[in-house]
């Protein structure tokens, strides 16, 4: 099938009691992962790039390789620009044939993170590309956005109604207490915030910092309205332990083509276990 915006998959779980999974990818063998997940569950499915897996390959080697892996696919797919700042590189996965983007102004003040992510609506809904945008400060580091604990807040509800009115996004992240990247203690998370904000406003929400929080609170967050669920840090981990994990038992092979299919088992297992988890497998 060719590659589809979020509107429709997201507009199917919200309210349906499930979430589809957004996994961060960095080439072509852990695309290959993701996309051979959500077939094996029949679910439909979010490809993500951070900012700077884009910069590394470039957008057309990128855009090339999912194709070729997503065409022939009988799940929903679509491929979304994780956390980017820079209007310019939003501007290109655009023109290049990403169906999804978000915009990340959530480091500046309310009224200026309104306008770009205002900016960033106009750009891409005529091009029937679906917009996510943040507000609050999640902690931790994704890519090169870098959120000390001291300067994370949660998202404000009435400030999250104000801005999901004005920018109207296709999808919402708003800081619940999450983070990107390993918990170092027991995450804190404002159920109560999260429920309030689902109910005043209409856009799907997306729930950020997956790797890491416990299966009870994953199912709470979609229970209380997360319709996106962000897992990166996990498909790192599996990326480079499972490429390890293989040679350090098969270390006179020097086989490179049996290590990328070690690395590919650990993260498609990962992935496929997310999946079920979220409950979106059988939801194409
Ligand atoms: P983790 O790296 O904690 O899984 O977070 C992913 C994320 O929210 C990407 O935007």
Known sequence: MPLENMNAMLGKAAGAGYA???????DYNSTKAVVLAAEETNAPVIIQTSAKT?????????????????????VPIALHLDHCKDLDLIEECIESGWTSVMIDASSKPFEENLSLSRKVVQMARPKNVTVEAELGAIVGVEDDIHVKQQDSHLA?????????????????????????GVYKGVPKIAYDLLEEIAAKIEAPIALHGGTGLADNVFKKCISLGCAKVNISTQLKYAFIDGFVAYHNANNIEYNPLKVIDAQFDALKAGIVEKINLFGSSGKV
């Open 20 to 26: 589809v999974g957004a996994f961060n990818i960095l």
């Open 156 to 180: 404000d509800s009435d400030q999250a109604i104000k801005f999901c009115e004005d920018v109207e996004p296709d999808c919402f992240a708003p800081a619940i207490g999450t983070a990107h």
């Open 54 to 74: 884009v910069i590394f390959w470039g957008a057309s080697a990128i855009i090339s390789w999912i194709r070729q892996l997503a065409g022939p696919s009988r």
